[in-house]
Structures are given as C-alpha cells and as structure tokens.
C-alpha cells in the first residue's frame, strides 16, 4: 500500500511502500511540485530502484530552476539506501 499527500505547511508525506506498482501515483504527484519542497519519509517503509528514479529526476527538474527537493524522516535503512545509491550529494537531508 501507498500513498503521498500534502500536509497543510507543504510538506509532502510519502506513506508505504514506493515500489513498481505505486510508482504511477508518486509520478502523477511529483510532476506536480514547482517549487522546493520538504518530502517526509517518517512514514515510508520501503522504497524500490523506481521510486529513486521518480526522486531523481524531480530534483533534476527542480534544480533547473533553482529549486529542490529536501528529504526529511527517513529511517536507518532509507538513508542507507540513498547512500548506496550515491544521492548523498543530490538531495538535502534534514
């Protein structure tokens, strides 16, 4: 199960898992933000290749604007994946 919504100080909370199945939603979602934006991860239990491919190429599109994505809330395991995946320096990490 997943889902992404906006809280009412615009953050986006990532809740589940971000796998293949989910990832039509989570795109349909990112392709909407315009400007940066505090993702929370508190709630998200799981993130697969795609969903890292769906962060990356919203980061890519914001920072062509002088904008970005700041990730938030991510579990030990979450964090480790970005690391691994080499996104230390691509995202900011609160």
Known sequence: MFNIEDDPQGNV??????????????RQHLEG???S????FSQLEYIASI????????QRRL???????TL??????LREVFSLAG???????E
């Open 13 to 26: 909370i990532l809740i589940g898992r971000l796998d293949a199945v989910s990832a039509p939603i989570a």
């Open 33 to 35: 933000i315009e400007t």
């Open 37 to 40: 934006t505090r993702l929370d």
């Open 51 to 58: 969903g890292l491919g769906l962060l990356a190429a919203t």
């Open 63 to 69: 920072m062509e604007r002088g904008e970005g994505l």
């Open 72 to 77: 938030s809330g991510l579990n030990p395991h």
């Open 87 to 93: 996104f230390e320096g691509v995202f900011r990490f």
